[in-house]
């Protein structure tokens, strides 16, 4: 078969710059727009400290969140919400502890719509959630991010069963290190996280402290004849966890460590030598 000499010739018709921008308000008003009017603004913000205590340290954070919003809402607390179509809560959480870790020092920011004395807040809260998550004390937030006053935590392993003298000696062998690395799966994939330099003291003791005696009593746990191990790490990104620090000394000792019972004794800026102060004051 034979073609023509001359070539195809296609021409498509493009659109002008004045037809693009006529365009702009018809699609503006195409856009959907929340109908009422919007929320309240926030003129107060409130922090709060409570406790993970027994079988409250299973639950994850989503968990925690939902709990949260159950109990502001039962509260009847004046909470600021954000605009749109889904609004939801203004809460600020910091560095949650790990699932299946206790801790006597989580931290949250509340937003609200008016000016609400914290005491009332805290036992209103405390009435609303379930046990195990327990209002510690409620304050006026002061200048600057909470986030950022929480530099480090105070961290309390107890190994039951295990002499003081063999974790003392794990102890030893990972503070002799300059560096010690664990892999933790992420969504990424493995990544290998330094644990010994967030490290900044340790101790370990055959009587497990009284600082522990209320996560003791809320899981029916004896820790007679336990080992104990206290931390002061400092927060890195991504934060290191217990569990990672008692592989770490497993892995360093050569010891075959059991599993312990972790929790966060305190959390906030650090003080001389490395002591965890209060970052509600």
Do not use: C
Not at 102 to 117: F, I, K, Q
């Amino acid at each position: 078969m034979a073609f023509a000499d001359s070539p195809l010739v296609m021409e498509f018709a493009t659109p002008t710059r004045a037809e693009n921008v006529a365009s702009v308000p018809a699609m503006a008003a195409a856009r959907r727009v929340p109908e009422g009017p919007a929320p309240d603004p926030a003129v107060q913000k409130q922090w709060v400290r409570y406790a993970k205590r027994g079988r409250m340290r299973f639950t994850s954070s989503r968990d925690f969140q939902r709990a949260l919003e159950r109990g502001l809402r039962l509260a009847q607390i004046p909470m600021a919400y954000s605009a749109g179509f889904h609004p939801h809560p203004k809460i600020s959480y910091a560095n949650a502890a790990p699932t299946g870790v206790a801790s006597e020092a989580e931290y949250v920011e509340l937003s609200v719509t008016r000016e609400v004395d914290p005491a009332e807040v805290g036992s209103a809260l405390a009435a609303a959630l379930p046990d195990g998550l327990d209002i510690v004390h409620v304050t006026v937030a002061g200048t600057g991010s909470l986030a950022d006053r929480l530099v480090a935590s105070r961290w309390q392993m107890v190994f039951q069963g295990l002499p003081a003298p063999d974790l003392q000696l794990a102890l030893e062998a990972f503070l002799a290190r300059d560096h010690v690395e664990v892999t933790r799966v992420m969504k990424q994939g493995p990544r290998a996280i330094e644990v010994r330099e967030p490290v900044l003291g340790a101790e370990v003791s055959d009587t497990p402290r009284r600082e522990g005696a209320r996560d003791r009593a809320a899981t029916g746990t004896d820790h007679s004849g336990a080992a104990e191990l206290l931390l002061t790490v400092r927060h890195t990104t991504p934060t290191v966890r217990p569990a990672e620090l008692w592989a770490a000394l497993g892995e360093v000792s050569g010891l075959d460590l059991p599993r312990p019972i972790s929790g966060r004794l305190a959390q906030g800026p650090l003080g001389d030598d490395h002591a965890v102060l209060d970052p509600l004051t």
